[in-house]
């Protein structure tokens, strides 16, 4: 994981999305998941707003692959899950998918860019956190 820190309006946003553009430009095989708003995240009201931004974010970055739906995670919307369990869900299906994609020898590497994240949060508790 890298980090980029600096005052507000040093352009760390900009820095990031640039250099997420560059690197799609050189790698066919990634795509980029966006996380505008970390502290916004972790302030939604309860676990399933916050289950459903992530959601949002990954279904963006994967927008241009007609391949992936809701249909390819496994979920049987018929069922009732808890949260964690569709999280580790929704986690296991992308990667799945991730692993079914081949292009050019590699298969499909999501790379997620989370604006305004500070180090000592930590974005595997977020889902246990009680905000």
């Known amino acids: 994981?890298?980090?980029?820190?600096?005052?507000?309006?040093?352009?760390?946003g900009y820095l990031m999305r640039e250099t997420a553009w560059r690197t799609l430009g050189k790698c066919d095989n990634?795509?980029?998941v966006y996380i505008p708003d970390f502290i916004g995240w972790t302030k939604c009201q309860n676990n399933n707003e916050r289950l459903l931004y992530f959601y949002k974010?990954?279904?963006?970055?994967?927008?241009?692959?007609?391949?992936f739906t809701f249909d390819k995670l496994g979920i049987d919307s018929e069922d009732s899950y808890?949260?964690?369990?569709?999280?580790e869900?929704?986690?296991?299906?992308?990667?799945?998918y991730c692993?079914?994609?081949?292009?050019?020898?590699?298969?499909?590497?999501?790379?997620?860019?989370?604006n305004n994240y500070?180090?000592?949060?930590?974005?595997?508790?977020?889902?246990?956190n009680p905000y």
């Open 57 to 67: 974010a990954v279904m963006i970055g994967l927008a241009d692959d007609e391949d």
């Open 89 to 96: 869900m929704i986690i296991d299906g992308i990667a799945e």
């Open 82 to 87: 808890t949260v964690d369990e569709l999280m």
């Open 30 to 32: 990634a795509r980029i």
């Open 1 to 12: 994981m890298h980090y980029i820190s600096g005052c507000s309006g040093a352009g760390k």
């Open 99 to 114: 692993k079914t994609i081949v292009i050019e020898g590699k298969p499909l590497r999501l790379l997620f860019c989370i």
């Open 118 to 128: 500070k180090k000592t949060d930590d974005i595997i508790d977020l889902f246990s």
